[in-house]
């Protein structure tokens, strides 16, 4: 029996009956604590009973702090001079520990107070270790992890189902780390829905969202049923992928399931709809749900500003207010955003100036990002500038970004120019800041400056990031990169290229080549237009899928202007309707136009 133990049985066969007595009042006291005050109340007569040493008194004492969140004070009064720190047992460090690792910013502290209870001698149990890899999670340090991994093994806790959940998780939250996780994963004998979801969580929470995806399915043919926790986390993998269909399966797996509905799932469902390009969906959903809370608001409202429906999100938002939610920081970037899409300037700075005149809330920098994109958009580029220059916080490279996009499509070059060589100044190593000086180059057909900008980027290893669509048919998710031949039937899809070509250019189409940036003829800068990987996408959808059959792709990166023609064509010479959502927002083509008016 160690010393903390050997000390507990002492104090536990001393205490007489008033002590007794006087430690079930407090306990009673502390159950029934629900502020700070009275917290410090029961402190004082925890002192004047003398029970600062009663093992069980400041275990209760630690969770109501947690509860309070005032886990600090908790351990100011165990660690504190007059307290006998040989009296902390197993489950005391236990309750702290798992009371750091519950917060947001002192998670550290958690993996300080578990190395204290290795160093007073106190042993650690199965119920220490998913408290301690969950503090690991949330700080990412995957080597940190990995030592606590080793103790786990150490103290014989390595079979431990819920030991083992939180390993899978831990790993699935540090870079570098899913493999480990998923090595443990497959190593585990009995895997149940916590497993499954603390597995399918990492792959979704590093992107990696058809690995995720494909978890599931393997985790229905095991037979364990998924829990709500699954389902949100299999919704947002969808999301990402913009995997339309295999999202609706999954509603229907819900209701067939009676997984239960909670308004977390409710939300995550909202979401998806609302961001694989089903917008009206996530309206009926959102119509019919109970309980609902800003985030339902938010996504329904953030969901309509990127279809382009500006003035239904302004007038839900409207809604939101007349119902009496109040407004987050988030909802006015989803608001703000849908006046930005649509061209609603005034509007937008009217919402703009009551979020803080009105609700009390201090513009973020994502809400200054969402205003002078609002103004580029409208061409206001000089007024951007400004808007900019007297923010009342620093710009960040991402807003300078959307100034410089901003200024090369409007013609400003020398302005553009001016400011990309001061971003590269500032950041050296970001590969976008070196791909804009070099489009500038291009516009301006200074094509020996543009060349030295590639020179650099090699000698640096940057590459740019390339386009890359994303189409799920029959269930499954293909990928195409421009100029992709990978694919087992590239002869038929380019034969199909050749063939929209064709017909595209016999209805009038004429490509937009001055966005190619290479010192090349126009002819072939119309044949690397043709390669762009949306075109890819689309002709494998014609080649695959009955006629009138709409089309859904996900772009990576914003959709060119060339491409945006070409859809328009497309849609009107083969009947499709072809949605298609980039970085930005989604645009719906049909009939020989888009939803967003060319304006994006």
Same mark, same amino acid.
């Given at each position: 029996?160690?010393?903390?133990?050997?000390?507990?049985?002492?104090?536990?066969?001393?205490?007489?009956?008033?002590?007794?007595?006087?430690?079930?009042?407090?306990?009673?006291?502390?159950?029934?604590?629900?502020?700070?005050?009275?917290?410090?109340?029961?402190?004082?007569?925890?002192?004047?009973?003398?029970?600062?040493?009663?093992?069980?008194?400041?275990?209760?004492?630690?969770?109501?702090?947690?509860?309070?969140?005032?886990?600090?004070?908790?351990?100011?009064?165990?660690?504190?001079?007059?307290?006998?720190?040989?009296?902390?047992?197993?489950?005391?460090?236990?309750?702290?520990?798992?009371?750091?690792?519950?917060?947001?910013?002192?998670?550290?502290?958690?993996?300080?107070?578990?190395?204290? =209870?290795?160093?007073? /001698? @106190?042993? !650690?149990?199965?119920? +220490?270790?998913?408290? &301690? $890899?969950? %503090? *690991?999670?949330?700080? #990412?340090?995957?080597?940190?992890?990995?030592?606590?991994?080793?103790?786990?093994?150490?103290?014989?806790?390595?079979?431990?189902?819920?030991?083992?959940?939180?390993?899978?998780?831990?790993?699935?939250?540090?870079?570098?780390?899913?493999?480990?996780?998923?090595?443990?994963?497959?190593?585990?004998?009995?895997?149940?829905?916590?497993?499954?979801?603390?597995?399918?969580?990492?792959?979704?929470?590093?992107?990696?969202?058809?690995?995720?995806?494909?978890?599931?399915?393997? =985790?229905?043919?095991? /037979? @364990?049923? !998924?829990?709500?926790? +699954?389902?949100?986390? &299999? $919704?947002? %993998? *969808?999301?990402?992928? #913009?995997?339309?269909?295999?999202?609706?399966?999954?509603?229907?797996?819900?209701?067939?399931?009676?997984?239960?509905?909670?308004?977390?799932?409710?939300?995550?469902?909202?979401?998806?709809?609302?961001?694989?390009?089903?917008?009206?969906?996530?309206?009926?959903?959102?119509?019919?749900?109970?309980?609902?809370?800003?985030?339902?608001?938010?996504?329904?409202?953030?969901?309509?500003?990127?279809?382009?429906?500006?003035?239904?999100?302004?007038?839900?938002?409207?809604?939101?207010?007349?119902?009496?939610?109040?407004?987050?920081?988030?909802?006015?970037?989803?608001?703000?955003?849908?006046?930005?899409?649509?061209?609603?300037?005034?509007?937008?700075?009217?919402?703009?100036?009551?979020?803080?005149?009105?609700?009390?809330?201090?513009?973020?920098?994502?809400?200054?990002?969402?205003?002078?994109?609002?103004?580029?958009?409208?061409?206001?580029?000089?007024?951007?500038?400004?808007?900019?220059?007297?923010?009342?916080?620093?710009?960040?490279?991402?807003?300078?970004?959307?100034?410089?996009?901003?200024?090369?499509?409007?013609?400003?070059?020398?302005?553009?120019?001016?400011?990309?060589?001061?971003?590269?100044?500032?950041?050296?190593?970001?590969?976008?800041?070196?791909?804009?000086?070099?489009?500038?180059?291009?516009?301006?057909?200074?094509?020996?400056?543009?060349?030295?900008?590639?020179?650099?980027?090699?000698?640096?290893?940057?590459?740019?990031?390339?386009?890359?669509?994303?189409?799920?048919?029959?269930?499954?998710?293909?990928?195409?990169?421009?100029?992709?031949?990978?694919?087992?039937?590239?002869?038929?899809?380019?034969?199909?290229?050749?063939?929209?070509?064709?017909?595209?250019?016999?209805?009038?189409?004429?490509?937009?080549?001055?966005?190619?940036?290479?010192?090349?003829?126009?002819?072939?800068?119309?044949?690397?237009?043709?390669?762009?990987?949306?075109?890819?996408?689309?002709?494998?959808?014609?080649?695959?899928?009955?006629?009138?059959?709409?089309?859904?792709?996900?772009?990576?990166?914003?959709?060119?202007?060339?491409?945006?023609?070409?859809?328009?064509?497309?849609?009107?010479?083969?009947?499709?309707?072809?949605?298609?959502?980039?970085?930005?927002?989604?645009?719906?083509?049909?009939?020989?136009?888009?939803?967003?008016?060319?304006?994006?």
């Amino acid at each position: 029996m160690n010393i903390a133990l050997k000390a507990k049985s002492r104090l536990q066969c001393k205490i007489p009956v008033h002590e007794r007595a006087a430690e079930q009042s407090c306990l009673a006291l502390l159950q029934s604590c629900n502020s700070l005050p009275k917290l410090a109340k029961i402190h004082s007569r925890i002192l004047k009973l003398g029970l600062l040493n009663n093992p069980l008194v400041l275990t209760k004492f630690t969770a109501t702090s947690s509860d309070l969140n005032a886990i600090d004070y908790a351990t100011s009064v165990i660690f504190s001079p007059e307290s006998d720190t040989l009296l902390c047992d197993t489950f005391l460090f236990n309750t702290i520990i798992r009371a750091y690792a519950r917060t947001n910013n002192l998670k550290t502290n958690s993996i300080g107070c578990y190395n204290l =209870m290795l160093e007073y /001698g @106190v042993s !650690p149990n199965k119920f +220490t270790y998913p408290f &301690v $890899l969950k %503090a *690991c999670a949330g700080i #990412g340090d995957l080597n940190l992890g990995k030592s606590v991994h080793g103790a786990v093994l150490k103290f014989q806790f390595g079979d431990d189902i819920h030991v083992q959940n939180t390993l899978v998780h831990m790993y699935g939250s540090c870079e570098g780390g899913v493999e480990l996780g998923r090595k443990v994963f497959d190593e585990m004998s009995g895997r149940d829905s916590v497993s499954w979801s603390a597995m399918i969580g990492g792959y979704a929470r590093l992107g990696l969202s058809t690995d995720a995806i494909d978890l599931f399915r393997q =985790m229905q043919i095991s /037979g @364990v049923c !998924p829990d709500e926790i +699954t389902m949100v986390t &299999v $919704l947002s %993998a *969808c999301t990402d992928l #913009g995997a339309l269909e295999v999202g609706k399966w999954v509603e229907s797996f819900i209701e067939k399931q009676m997984v239960n509905r909670s308004v977390e799932l409710c939300n995550a469902l909202i979401d998806m709809f609302a961001k694989c390009g089903d917008v009206d969906k996530a309206l009926k959903l959102f119509r019919s749900m109970n309980g609902r809370t800003i985030v339902s608001w938010t996504s329904v409202i953030a969901g309509l500003a990127m279809h382009g429906r500006g003035l239904e999100a302004v007038a839900l938002f409207e809604e939101l207010l007349e119902a009496g939610v109040p407004p987050d920081d988030v909802a006015f970037v989803g608001l703000l955003s849908a006046c930005s899409h649509c061209g609603l300037v005034d509007k937008g700075r009217e919402y703009f100036d009551s979020m803080k005149n009105d609700f009390g809330i201090i513009p973020k920098i994502e809400h200054y990002g969402c205003m002078v994109d609002m103004l580029c958009r409208s061409g206001r580029v000089k007024e951007a500038h400004e808007f900019i220059q007297k923010m009342p916080i620093e710009a960040n490279p991402i807003i300078w970004r959307t100034l410089i996009s901003a200024c090369c499509a409007r013609g400003e070059l020398k302005l553009a120019e001016s400011i990309t060589k001061w971003l590269i100044g500032n950041e050296p190593m970001h590969e976008s800041n070196y791909v804009l000086l070099s489009h500038i180059y291009a516009k301006l057909l200074r094509w020996e400056k543009k060349t030295k900008i590639r020179e650099v980027m090699d000698k640096r290893g940057m590459k740019k990031i390339p386009g890359s669509t994303l189409i799920e048919l029959d269930n499954e998710i293909y990928e195409f990169v421009s100029g992709d031949k990978s694919h087992h039937q590239s002869k038929e899809i380019y034969e199909m290229l050749d063939e929209m070509g064709r017909k595209m250019k016999k209805a009038g189409y004429v490509p937009t080549t001055s966005e190619v940036l290479l010192d090349i003829n126009e002819e072939d800068k119309e044949d690397a237009l043709n390669k762009h990987s949306e075109k890819l996408a689309i002709a494998f959808a014609l080649l695959k899928t009955p006629p009138g059959t709409p089309i859904r792709i996900v772009k990576n990166l914003r959709v060119c202007n060339a491409c945006h023609s070409a859809t328009k064509f497309i849609s009107k010479i083969y009947n499709r309707e072809i949605v298609v959502r980039d970085r930005h927002r989604f645009h719906h083509f049909k009939d020989g136009s888009c939803s967003c008016r060319d304006f994006w």
